[in-house]
């Protein structure tokens, strides 16, 4: 109860400074942000309800089997070193994670629904489809159980992977000297703007969520967009101006072969 609490809280809190963070400094106009707002939310409580029936499942099963499996259960490591080496390893897999979402086909149809909204804002990082989120659900369940994974680090690692990819997603940008700086480290909104390009060669850069050194060992990291920032057209990859209209449209996304001539035909 303590942990639902202190993650709702959290979100919240970080929720709100971003929302006034981008309604302050808006880095682009949103004209679409009603409709928007009105589907991610309900993505967000459909996800939120799935996770509530998948988790109980997922939590007894890991405690079942964690008593003594797993990694660190069985290397002799500093508390410390353990809760920071998981948060890195966790961190590790959601980037890999990604890029298996946007590699294998099947897995890309529900990854696509997160990259379908055509305008970003804080509210852009709650879209995802509830199947794609009951199989991060249960990625993670497994490394947490093979790697033997404390509870406090996946409790600190939610946290703050939650608050990094609503920071990303905000419509606000960075102070040009802090840009560059925090890159290093952590993903911005410039990067991850680049990820939710309409060009695939732009979508399949930037993978991170929370850090950016993933990106830059595994050479996907792209600093600036082909374009330039303000030529960066938002959207549903391979398209030029297609989005789906209404949630039916969002949640039978997965399950739709897109063909070149329903873009033409969808587009507005
Ligand atoms: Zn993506």
Redesign the pocket.
């Known amino acids: 109860m303590i942990d639902f609490t202190l993650r709702i809280s959290v979100f919240l809190f970080v929720f709100t400074l971003l929302l006034i963070w981008q309604w302050r400094c808006p880095r682009a106009s949103l004209l679409q942000w009603r409709q928007r707002w009105r589907h991610n939310i309900v993505l967000l409580m459909l996800g939120a309800l799935c996770v509530r029936i998948t988790q109980p499942f997922l939590l007894s099963m890991v405690a079942l089997f964690s008593q003594s499996f797993g990694l660190f259960k069985n290397i002799d490591l500093p508390y410390w070193s353990v809760i920071l080496l998981s948060i890195l390893l966790l961190d590790c897999l959601i980037y890999w994670q ?1 890029r298996l ?2 590699g294998v086909p099947f897995l890309w149809r529900l ?1 696509r629904v ?2 379908s909204d055509p305008e970003l804002d804080v509210s852009s990082a709650i879209r995802f489809h509830p199947i794609e989120i009951v199989l991060s659900l249960v990625i993670k369940a497994i490394a947490v159980l093979l790697l033997g994974i404390p509870i406090e680090a996946v409790l600190i690692f939610d946290v703050l992977l939650n608050a990094s990819a609503m920071f990303n997603h905000t419509n606000a940008r960075l102070p040009s000297q802090i840009e560059s700086l925090v890159q290093y480290l952590v993903i911005t909104p410039d990067m991850h703007r680049i ?1 939710h390009s309409r060009i695939s060669e732009e ?1 399949n850069s930037n ?1 991170g969520f929370f850090l950016s050194i993933w990106d830059a060992i595994f050479r996907s990291k792209r600093e600036k967009a082909l374009q330039g920032d303000e030529n960066l057209n938002i959207g549903f990859p391979g398209t030029k101006t297609y989005q789906p209209d209404s949630l039916k449209d969002i949640l039978i996304m997965p399950f739709q072969a897109f063909k070149k001539s329903d873009f033409k035909k969808r587009s507005r």
């Open positions: 990604h979402f946007h990854h997160h990259h990820h979508t993978y």
